[in-house]
């Protein structure tokens, strides 16, 4: 079990490093006016979650280390959208359409709306 940490964390450093570089090249490139680094992120991560998550299922290839080095630490570093597009990809192929719909309404929902409740928070006793 410590391991899969150990292996979690150096992805998940990787990750980060890479989310880093990404912001910083497409700010030089593009600007800061629009959030353009974070889309670049999270459809970069979801493509290769896909990719990975393809390989993965139809090849049989890649040990748990690898697959948590790769899935859960370098795009968990990088982008936790890659997850939400999996799992939202999956409800759907199983035919839980009603249940995708929901994880995404409440997800975009709920995490903006707690995002407000942090900056509530942090104004009212700041």
Do not use: C
């Not at 150990?6 to 800061?32: D, E, P, Q, W």
């Not at 680094?37 to 290839?61: D, H, P, R």
């Not at 199983?94 to 104004?123: H, N, P, Q, T």
């Amino acid at each position: 079990m410590g391991m899969g940490f150990l292996i979690v964390f150096l992805g998940g450093g990787i990750g980060a490093a890479l989310r880093h570089g990404v912001n910083l090249v497409s700010a030089r490139l593009f600007g800061t006016a629009f959030p353009y680094a974070t889309l670049i992120e999270n459809v970069s991560g979801s493509l290769v979650m896909g990719l990975l998550a393809a390989y993965f299922a139809f090849k049989g290839g890649g040990t748990q280390h690898w697959r948590l080095f790769f899935t859960t630490g370098i795009l968990g570093g990088y982008t936790t959208f890659s997850a939400f597009s999996l799992d939202t990809v999956l409800l759907y192929e199983r035919g839980e359409l009603g249940l995708a719909a929901l994880y995404v309404l409440a997800s975009v929902a709920l995490s903006i709306g707690g995002l407000f409740a942090g900056l509530a928070l942090m104004r009212h006793f700041a």
